[in-house]
């Protein structure tokens, strides 16, 4: 297809997202009859061919709970700029702590920092111009909690042309800021949590989960596109994968269910925290379970990446910039061998990191996490990286027993548990490195 008959379909398409009818949802049930009528293989590698299936209940929530502005600018910014023409070496997704500093002090936390600080704003603002130019498509901002910083809003502002994903503890969303990201309408926001209030607040204090929930409402009424970020522990497991707990989380508005593991780092690990081997095998499944029978979208933060293999970090598809400009594989992992500066381009520094290109070397097809499941050869890697700093390094050591009896659990992803989810996260994710 030629450019003016893209840009047809684009704009046919971003008509049919801003309207408030049926309309979009009647022809994506088209095109599952015309899949299963004229066989079309890349369709139906994509779409199920059941209408009933919950993703299309998603897509009728999507319409008729979503303003029509939000619903625009996913659309126009993230899945209408998948591809990427130029050569370079920034990743499609970006991750950025504005700040290490936070109003919690959540157990376990790995962005906890004696010393409070803040990404400038003149650097972020250059990271962001840089980098959607030349490919980053998802900008992923977090803390500390990214909402201290009074400047963010305008950032969204600024930057319209481009998504973001913000990670927050949801106590801090008011009235005025719901306001402006419905007017802004190109971030998701994810509001972090453990559960009910019960699990919520034993970790990050009294009364959180009721702000959460007050926070929640507010971007409902205003029809901003939100989910939760949940971190499964042997504590919550039950619950936070459990039917009901899902329906309350879809009642309250949540389209975005992301489940994340414990990862023993930062000042103050929590090995009661760590998920059991056989419990992170379990929850793989639970989650494509609860996406399959519920109009939600589920997440799984190391398995959804199997299309790809391995990490964010492993792959190149993503990097974490810290609150103090340097750049980390990821946000778990807060080692780094280079800043960014305002005397380079993004791309020079990225290309000057040698841990970024080491990282790649902890590859693997199978859905994983190089701390979890190769924690002597993270270690060998980071020894290799930082000969002076890190001679004798063998922090992770101790994790070595939990990767042997994981091994035992892991089984690849068979062609029954992959769904729509999986099969649209493999297009794009696969789009994006093209």
Same mark, same amino acid.
């Given at each position: 297809?030629?450019?003016?008959?893209?840009?047809?379909?684009?704009?046919?398409?971003?008509?049919?997202?801003?309207?408030?009818?049926?309309?979009?949802?009647?022809?994506?049930?088209?095109?599952?009859?015309?899949?299963?009528?004229?066989?079309?293989?890349?369709?139906?590698?994509?779409?199920?061919?059941?209408?009933?299936?919950?993703?299309?209940?998603?897509?009728?929530?999507?319409?008729?709970?979503?303003?029509?502005?939000?619903?625009?600018?996913?659309?126009?910014?993230?899945?209408?700029?998948?591809?990427?023409?130029?050569?370079?070496?920034?990743?499609?997704?970006?991750?950025?702590?504005?700040?290490?500093?936070?109003?919690?002090?959540?157990?376990?936390?790995?962005?906890?920092?004696?010393?409070?600080?803040?990404?400038?704003?003149?650097?972020?603002?250059?990271?962001?111009?840089? #980098?959607?130019?030349?490919?980053?498509?998802?900008?992923?901002? #977090?803390?500390?909690?990214?909402?201290?910083?009074?400047?963010?809003?305008?950032?969204?502002?600024?930057?319209?042309?481009?998504?973001?994903?913000?990670?927050?503890?949801?106590?801090?969303?008011?009235?005025?800021?719901?306001?402006?990201?419905?007017?802004?309408?190109?971030?998701?926001?994810?509001?972090?949590?453990?559960?009910?209030?019960?699990?919520?607040?034993?970790?990050?204090?009294?009364?959180?989960?009721?702000?959460?929930?007050?926070?929640?409402?507010?971007?409902?009424?205003?029809?901003?596109?939100?989910?939760?970020?949940?971190? /499964?522990?042997?504590?919550?497991?039950?619950?936070?994968?459990?039917?009901?707990?899902?329906?309350?989380?879809?009642?309250?508005?949540?389209? %975005?269910?992301?489940?994340?593991?414990?990862?023993?780092?930062?000042?103050?690990?929590?090995?009661?925290?760590?998920?059991?081997?056989?419990?992170?095998?379990?929850?793989?499944?639970?989650?494509?379970?609860?996406?399959?029978?519920?109009?939600?979208?589920?997440?799984?933060?190391?398995?959804?990446?199997?299309?790809?293999?391995?990490?964010?970090?492993?792959?190149?598809?993503?990097?974490?910039?810290?609150?103090?400009?340097?750049?980390?594989?990821?946000?778990?992992?807060?080692?780094?061998?280079?800043?960014?500066?305002? #005397?380079?381009?993004?791309?020079?520094?990225?290309?000057?990191?040698?841990?970024?290109?080491?990282?790649?070397?902890?590859?693997?097809?199978?859905?994983?996490?190089?701390?979890?499941?190769?924690?002597?050869?993270?270690?060998?890697?980071?020894?290799? /990286?930082?000969?002076?700093?890190? #001679?004798? %390094?063998?922090?992770?050591?101790?994790?070595?027993?939990?990767?042997?009896?994981?091994?035992?659990?892991?089984?690849?992803?068979?062609?029954?548990?992959?769904?729509?989810?999986?099969?649209?996260?493999?297009? /794009?994710?696969?789009?994006?490195?093209?």
């Amino acid at each position: 297809m030629n450019g003016f008959g893209r840009l047809l379909m684009q704009k046919a398409l971003l008509r049919l997202i801003r309207g408030d009818s049926d309309r979009l949802l009647r022809l994506l049930r088209g095109t599952v009859k015309l899949i299963s009528l004229c066989k079309m293989k890349l369709l139906a590698d994509i779409f199920p061919t059941d209408v009933s299936h919950p993703f299309f209940k998603v897509i009728e929530r999507f319409q008729k709970e979503i303003n029509p502005f939000c619903r625009e600018q996913i659309f126009r910014n993230l899945f209408l700029k998948l591809k990427n023409n130029t050569v370079n070496v920034l990743p499609p997704t970006l991750f950025i702590s504005l700040t290490s500093r936070c109003n919690l002090q959540c157990v376990g936390c790995s962005a906890h920092k004696k010393e409070p600080l803040d990404l400038k704003p003149e650097l972020i603002d250059k990271i962001i111009s840089e #980098a959607k130019n030349k490919g980053t498509r998802l900008f992923i901002l #977090a803390g500390g909690e990214p909402f201290l910083r009074h400047d963010i809003l305008p950032l969204l502002k600024k930057h319209d042309d481009t998504y973001f994903q913000i990670f927050t503890n949801g106590t801090l969303i008011n009235e005025e800021i719901a306001e402006t990201l419905s007017r802004t309408g190109n971030s998701l926001i994810l509001f972090s949590l453990e559960g009910l209030s019960k699990d919520t607040d034993l970790r990050r204090g009294n009364d959180v989960f009721k702000r959460i929930i007050n926070s929640m409402s507010l971007l409902k009424e205003r029809g901003v596109l939100f989910g939760v970020s949940i971190l /499964v522990t042997p504590q919550n497991y039950d619950l936070v994968t459990s039917i009901d707990f899902i329906e309350g989380m879809i009642e309250r508005g949540v389209f %975005f269910t992301w489940f994340l593991t414990y990862k023993p780092v930062g000042d103050r690990p929590d090995l009661t925290m760590l998920i059991p081997p056989s419990q992170r095998h379990l929850l793989s499944e639970r989650i494509v379970e609860i996406r399959n029978s519920l109009p939600v979208i589920a997440i799984d933060h190391e398995s959804d990446m199997s299309p790809v293999g391995g990490c964010l970090a492993t792959t190149g598809m993503g990097v974490h910039i810290n609150a103090k400009g340097g750049l980390e594989p990821c946000g778990i992992l807060h080692y780094f061998d280079t800043f960014i500066s305002d #005397a380079e381009s993004v791309e020079d520094s990225l290309r000057r990191s040698e841990l970024l290109k080491e990282i790649k070397s902890l590859y693997t097809l199978s859905p994983s996490c190089p701390l979890i499941d190769r924690p002597s050869e993270l270690s060998e890697m980071i020894r290799r /990286v930082f000969p002076e700093t890190y #001679a004798d %390094f063998e922090d992770f050591q101790f994790l070595e027993e939990y990767k042997k009896t994981y091994k035992n659990h892991l089984t690849p992803l068979s062609d029954t548990g992959r769904d729509i989810y999986t099969n649209i996260a493999e297009y /794009v994710l696969k789009a994006t490195r093209s």
